[in-house]
């Protein structure tokens, strides 16, 4: 990806199926150009949004170089979670990774408009450029059981965290639990109590989707929960958490220390 300030494109790691060719993948600036392949069923690759952005204000210049550097990192651990991956439920790949991706993507580009926004117009419609694809090896679909490598786990296997969920009632080896959030925050403004409520749901309904994934998932590297379900969780929390303080502290001492909740633990 090539971020705007002369950061040199970068392109993303791994292998596809053997014998297999992405052919036919865009070139662009935010690391979907010249993707190499993965050891697994395909690569991600995502639109390009530096060459979508506006003339960028010389004040924005470092925020929006440095968020257009982390699309591309997290392209990069999205291609990585998929290569160390053997898939559970049909729409795994969906659910375990492109949608997760999409969530950091849709927060790290309105944090590029923002930052162009404080001096200048700022850009609508960025967030259509947050989606991505996953372009299946050998033309083969994006979602079901990908083969089986050695050191890989298998269903059923040891350490495997189909789990249940406190919030989603998987059965399994664990459940995925989160700190409370509500319990910690100070008085809450009338003014943000519509907004605090609905980011006090999203909690909630991001644990039981996160439950839900890891009922679905056969782990695929030894780090598979942390790198493919706790760590999006914990990035999505925290995004939930931020707009918490954010609305209160319009109108009221904004609380401090809230990130720390975001981190989630599997318990056996």
């Known amino acids: 990806m090539a971020v705007i300030g002369g950061a040199a494109a970068a392109v ?5 199926i053997a014998g297999s060719a992405l052919a036919g ?4 600036n935010d690391g979907s150009a010249g993707v190499r392949t993965l050891a697994g069923p395909g690569t991600i690759t995502c639109p390009d949004v530096a060459s979508k952005l506006p003339a960028i204000p010389a004040s924005a210049r470092a925020e929006v170089d440095r ?3 982390l699309l ?3 392209i990069k651990e999205a291609n990585t979670r998929l ?4 898939e559970g439920g049909p729409n795994f790949v969906d659910n375990a990774i492109l949608g997760p991706l999409k969530d950091k993507r849709v927060a790290t580009v309105n944090r590029i408009a923002t930052a162009i926004g404080r001096t200048a117009a700022k850009p609508a419609g960025l967030d259509a450029l947050a989606p991505c694809t996953l372009n299946a090896g050998g033309g083969g679909a994006s979602t079901g059981a990908a083969p089986s490598a050695p050191g890989t786990r298998q269903p059923g296997g040891g350490g495997t965290a189909a789990g249940g969920g406190a919030a989603g009632g998987n059965t399994g080896a664990g459940t995925i639990t989160c700190p409370d959030v ?4 100070p008085a809450i403004p009338a ?4 907004e605090v409520d609905r980011n006090l749901a999203l909690l909630q309904t991001q644990i039981k989707e996160a439950n839900t994934r890891l009922a679905d998932t056969v782990e695929g590297g030894p780090n598979f929960v ?5 760590g999006p969780l914990k990035d999505k929390r925290a995004s939930a958490i931020d707009r918490i303080a954010i609305a209160i502290g319009r109108t009221s001492a904004k609380p401090t220390g809230l990130g720390s909740l975001a981190a989630c633990t599997l318990t056996r």
């Open 25 to 28: 993948t865009p070139a662009g």
């Open 12 to 16: 993303l790691s791994g292998a596809l």
């Open 226 to 230: 942390d790198n493919a379900i706790l």
């Open 83 to 86: 290569a160390d991956t053997v």
């Open 72 to 74: 591309q990192t997290q």
């Open 191 to 194: 003014s943000a109590r519509a």
């Open 182 to 185: 509500a319990s910690k925050l």
């Open 67 to 69: 968020n257009l550097a």
